[in-house]
Each structure stands twice: as structure tokens, then as C-alpha cells.
Nanobody, 123 residues
Framework: QVQLVESGGGLVQGGGSLRLSCAAS????????MGWFRQAPGKEREFVAA??????YYADSVKGRFTISRDNAKNMVYLQMNSLKPEDTAVYYC??????????????????WGQGTQVTVSS
């Protein structure tokens, strides 16, 4: 029932910036409990950033460079990515869940996933 659509990915040079968007639709999800994950080829999907109620959380690898935000009126979640590095190259996914949960950094903590948007950072 819940649909998530990511956009904003692309090719960017190291040190550049991108802003990813996630459009959420449906009735059974909590906009205050959404997250961003990423997956590089041959690697497991890993946590990037998330909301848990009014608190934001970031992976150590992106802290200080990425910022998660939301627009409740538009049911949109964003990921502003600055100072991009080649190791940020991955498919980025937004994730949603039906209700608040304490855990936020595990893929098993989420119920819905978008199809992802490719981010490629050149050296």
C-alpha cells in the first residue's frame, strides 16, 4: 500500500553535492520514522541516515556531510549529500515503517522500500 519513489541520483565529481528525494504515498506509514540506506555492488545494504521521532541519526561514514530532512505537508524525505567521496557510490534507498520503533539502523526495522536511485561519485 505504501509506495516510495527515490529521485535525484546521478554522476557527480568528488567533493560535489547531490540532493536525493523520496516521495511517499499511502496511509500506513510514519513519516517521522523514515530512513536512507545504500548498497554498493556486491555489498550488503547499509544504514545511512534516519529519523526516529524528532531525532536524526547518521552513519559514522556520512556524519557531518549528509543531512536528512522532511516535508510533512508533501510527504517527502530528503537526503542532502555534500563533500561526496567515491566510496559514497551506491544505490540509495529510502525506507519507511508502519509505526515507531526504537531500532533504526537495521533493514529489518523497516516495512517498505523504494526502488533506489543510483549515485556515482568520480575521483
Amino acid at each position: 500500500q505504501v509506495q516510495l519513489v527515490e529521485s535525484g541520483g546521478g554522476l557527480v565529481q568528488g567533493g560535489g553535492s547531490l540532493r536525493l528525494s523520496c516521495a511517499a504515498s499511502g496511509r500506513t506509514f510514519d513519516l517521522n520514522s523514515m530512513g536512507w540506506f545504500r548498497q554498493a555492488p556486491g555489498k550488503e545494504r547499509e544504514f545511512v541516515a534516519a529519523f526516529r521521532s524528532s531525532t536524526t541519526y547518521y552513519a559514522d561514514s556520512v556524519k557531518g556531510r549528509f543531512t536528512i530532512s522532511r516535508d510533512n505537508a508533501k510527504n517527502m524525505v530528503y537526503l542532502q549529500m555534500n563533500s561526496l567521496k567515491p566510496e559514497d557510490t551506491a544505490v540509495y534507498y529510502c525506507a519507511a515503517r508502519r509505526y515507531y520503533r526504537t531500532a533504526y539502523a537495521s533493514t529489518t526495522s523497516y516495512d517498505y522500500w523504494g526502488q533506489g536511485t543510483q549515485v556515482t561519485v568520480s575521483s
